[in-house]
């Protein structure tokens, strides 16, 4: 059975930094593509940020290109978004996925999910 945590969210300042993480446990997780998404209550779930298995490509929604990083850690089975600089719009609930097939921006193409971390961004 594959779980992921998510954890870091907070309350922060615009122009300031947070960094998520995302631990998960069981499956095969070095062969995984894994994405960031976030939502809010009156939209549907945006894709942020994904990272293939070893690492070797990753993309991101414009929104956050230069100011989001999103990297992998297989020893540790986590995954990480860097965020810096963020913004009001970026609050949201954000949430890990983890897809035994290759990486993508479409949600539908993840099997698994945590239950997400809050990141609320003040003006």
């Known amino acids: 059975q594959v779980q992921l945590a998510e954890s870091g969210g907070g309350t922060v300042q615009a122009g300031d930094s947070l960094r998520l993480s995302c631990a998960v446990s069981g499956g095969t997780f070095s062969s995984y593509g894994m994405g960031w998404f976030r939502q809010t209550p009156t939209k549907e779930r945006d894709f942020v940020a994904a990272?293939?298995?070893?690492?070797?490509?990753?993309f991101y929604a414009e929104s956050v290109k230069g100011r989001f990083t999103i990297s992998r850690d297989d020893a540790k089975r986590t995954i990480y978004l860097q965020m810096n600089s963020l913004k009001p719009e970026d609050t949201a609930v954000y949430s890990c996925?983890?897809?035994?097939?290759?990486?993508?921006?479409?949600?539908?193409?993840?099997?698994?999910w945590g239950r997400g971390t809050q990141v609320t961004v003040s003006s």
């Open positions: 990272v293939s298995e070893s690492a070797r490509i990753t």
């Open positions: 996925a983890a897809t035994p097939r290759a990486t993508s921006r479409s949600p539908g193409n993840y099997d698994y």
